[in-house]
């Protein structure tokens, strides 16, 4: 199970830090992946990172302002978030899979726990 948290309020502008920490092994083949859902809208891929060797993959609207990392001994993925903007907005998620970290659709990740709340005001 993953659990993430670190959400708030910020302004637009601002940098925040979520962070997901992951019960149980994780093993070299996985991928980590962030999602988010904004409220009536379905649940989209933020960031991926694989577990193994650290390569990573990003949606196109947080490119450039979004990083995403981990710590192997604490079993923790994070995601550093830079320019906020209020479209960033979300109920950002933590989920893992056994592959490639370039699959981008939530239904082939799995381990889903509470997501943290992201708010940005303008």
């Known amino acids: 199970q993953l659990q993430a948290s670190g959400g708030g309020l910020v302004q637009a502008g601002d940098s925040l830090t979520l962070s997901c920490a992951a019960s149980?092994?994780?093993?070299?083949?996985?991928?980590l992946g962030w999602f988010r859902q904004a409220p009536g809208k379905q649940r989209n891929f933020v960031a991926s990172?694989?577990?193994?060797?650290?390569?990573?993959h990003y949606a196109d609207s947080v490119k450039g302002r979004f990083t995403i990392s981990k710590d192997r001994v604490k079993n923790t993925v994070y995601l550093h978030m830079n320019s906020l903007k209020p479209e960033d907005t979300a109920v950002y998620f933590c989920?893992?899979?056994?592959?490639?970290?370039?699959?981008?659709?939530?239904?082939?990740?799995?381990?889903w726990g509470q997501g943290t709340q992201v708010t940005v005001s303008s």
């Open positions: 989920a893992r899979r056994s592959g490639s970290l370039y699959v981008t659709h939530w239904e082939d990740y799995s381990g």
């Open positions: 149980g092994r994780i093993f070299t083949s996985s991928a």
């Open positions: 990172i694989s577990w193994g060797d650290s390569r990573t």
